[in-house]
């Protein structure tokens, strides 16, 4: 069992001082950070404390995968650790996106190497072959827009802005409330012609600023999205597509779960994503990086979902608290210490013999493994191998460790 450092990712959406802050270290940053990567992609691997320096965590597992991911995982995966966690800053937005299943990014990456797009091509859509399902959890307040609420709800909210220019718009998806409408809707926004959403998003960011003005409630977290997405991109079909998407507010401990052809977008929070270690990422809006919309619209999934629907279930064995999710690459949890489970040696429930990273996010815990020990503070983070579990745990202090493993 070792330490393990995150890679730090400084986009320009992230915090100069949540990560840092979580981490321990000084804040402002002089760059915003927003991702602290804790996995074994090739783009940017955790690092290993070992008493010979530090070692990345690509290079460990490449070395010796029987040892480090067991060879059940071997045998589903390969030599891979398939999922990937990291702990996610955002200060403002992100883009408006959505990742493919499995099946389409194995078609999507075949492609793109058929037409000769270099994987590090910024124009490139498919840099691997994996689907990229998602599981957020807060570790404070988070804000996200993500899959398309049930149509009739949508127009109630256009209704209620009273946006003359939208009425078409009220008019075809009253007319037809469901996927299909909701498709042609979409399609219609995110293709048309800059001139027309010139008009037609400044009207809707007007009627926004109308709504909350009025004192009106039942949508004026909606609104407020309006005017913090128009405020960055001002002309952008996104700023209308937020009308159609479910409006979160996650509290601590709560988690979405985006499967694939979610479109989704993070607006504002610190927490922590596990995913299948993939970098797939179909961009429609809100961001000036690359685009590309026909390719978005063959993935997106337009059926329905409400908020419920996109809150995993959690089940609780003990001092674990476990979020249920369809993917196979991961599970994650929430290892609780507290009250009668304080100050003695806890084995913490095994769910298998794969390999498992720890993180904590509260309190401070000693972590007993085969070959030894650490202490992990809240920031701090640990990889345990394969061959290396099961752990046993000790702490002084009601102590919180969130802990991804191989599927079941
Ligand atoms: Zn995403």
């Given amino acids: 069992m070792n330490l393990l450092r995150g890679a730090l990712r400084t986009y320009a959406w992230g915090s100069r001082t949540a990560i840092a802050e979580f981490t321990g270290r000084p804040s402002p940053t002089a760059h915003p950070e927003a991702e602290l990567w804790f996995g074994a992609h090739p783009g940017d691997p955790a690092w290993l404390e070992t008493d010979g320096g530090e070692q990345s965590l690509l290079d460990t597992v490449r070395e010796d995968p029987e040892g480090q991911l067991g060879a059940a995982v071997r045998g589903r995966f390969g030599d891979t650790l398939p999922f990937l966690m990291k702990v996610l800053a955002a200060d403002e937005p992100l883009s408006l996106q959505a990742h493919p299943s499995a099946e389409q990014a194995a078609e999507g990456f075949a492609r793109e190497d058929r037409l000769g797009i270099p994987v590090s091509s910024p124009i490139r859509n498919y840099r691997d072959r994996s689907h990229k399902p998602e599981l957020l959890v807060a570790l404070h307040q988070f804000e996200a827009l993500a899959g398309f609420r049930p149509a009739m709800k949508s127009v109630e909210l256009m209704r209620a802005l009273g946006v003359s220019e939208l009425e078409p718009y009220v008019g075809l998806l009253s007319g037809q409330p469901d996927a299909d409408g909701l498709r042609a809707l979409f399609t219609t926004w995110i293709t048309a012609p800059q001139p027309d959403l010139d008009v037609l998003v400044p009207a809707v960011i007007d009627a926004a600023i109308e709504y ?7 949508f004026a977290a909606e609104a407020k999205t309006v005017l913090e997405l128009g405020e960055r991109y001002p002309g952008d079909a996104g700023v209308l597509a937020s009308l159609l998407l479910n409006r979160l507010t996650l509290r601590p401990g709560e988690g979405i779960y985006l499967p694939a052809g979610n479109l989704h977008t993070y607006l504002h929070g610190v927490g922590i994503e596990v995913m299948a270690n993939s970098d797939n990422v179909l961009r429609g809006g809100l961001t000036p990086k690359h685009v590309d919309v026909p ?3 063959r993935v997106l999934d337009f059926t329905p979902a409400s908020e419920t629907d996109l809150r995993p279930q959690t089940t609780n064995d003990g001092m674990e608290t476990v979020y249920e999710t369809a993917a196979p690459e991961f599970t994650a949890s929430v290892l609780s210490l507290d009250g009668d489970r304080l100050g003695h040696e806890v084995d913490a429930p095994s769910r298998h013999d794969g390999p498992q990273i720890l993180l904590c996010t509260e309190g401070s815990a000693v972590v007993h493994a085969k ?5 992990l503070n809240r920031g701090m983070a640990a990889w345990v191998a394969a061959d290396d579990g099961p752990i046993r745990l000790v ?5 919180k460790l969130f802990r991804a493993t191989v599927g079941v």
Avoid: H
């Avoid at 909350?212 to 409630?217: D, E, N, P």
């Avoid at 702490?395 to 102590?399: L, R």
């Fill in 212 to 218: 909350i003005r009025s004192g009106a409630k039942v």
């Fill in 371 to 375: 070959s030894g020990a650490v202490t």
């Fill in 295 to 297: 390719e978005l619209l």
């Fill in 395 to 399: 702490a002084e202090q009601p102590t």
